[in-house]
């Protein structure tokens, strides 16, 4: 069983930053594909981006290409999710995931946090 909590969401001016953290309980945390999600109102949950277990490889939708960034630190259990040069549209529940593999597809994503708004303010 793995649980995962996410924090550090809030309100941001566009071209603001934010950075989002997610802490993980479990024993499988290090060997668990980490993902990133958001979900806007009446949309579906998209992709934002994922790290493999030992962070050497990263994948990131290309609306945010270039302006987030996600790590993790296996000893720590946490993965983050640096976002800078944020957009109105960049406002949404933010979930982070844990699953088996380096995937964009949530459904293949096994556990998941409870979220964390970001808003971002034209």
């Known amino acids: 069983q793995v649980q995962l909590v996410e924090s550090g969401g809030g309100l941001v001016q566009a071209g603001g930053s934010l950075r989002l953290s997610c802490a993980a309980s479990g024993r499988t945390f290090s060997s668990s594909a980490m993902g990133w999600f958001r979900q806007a109102p009446g949309k579906e949950r998209d992709f934002v981006a994922a790290i493999s277990g030992s962070g050497g490889i990263t994948v990131y939708a290309a609306s945010v290409k270039g302006r987030f960034t996600i790590s993790r630190d296996n000893a720590k259990k946490t993965v983050s999710l640096q976002m800078n040069s944020l957009k109105p549209e960049d406002t949404a529940v933010y979930y982070c995931?844990?699953?088996?593999?380096?995937?964009?597809?949530?459904?293949?994503?096994?556990?998941w946090g409870q979220g964390t708004q970001v808003t971002v303010s034209s």
């Open positions: 995931a844990a699953g088996g593999l380096l995937t964009e597809v949530p459904g293949l994503y096994h556990y």
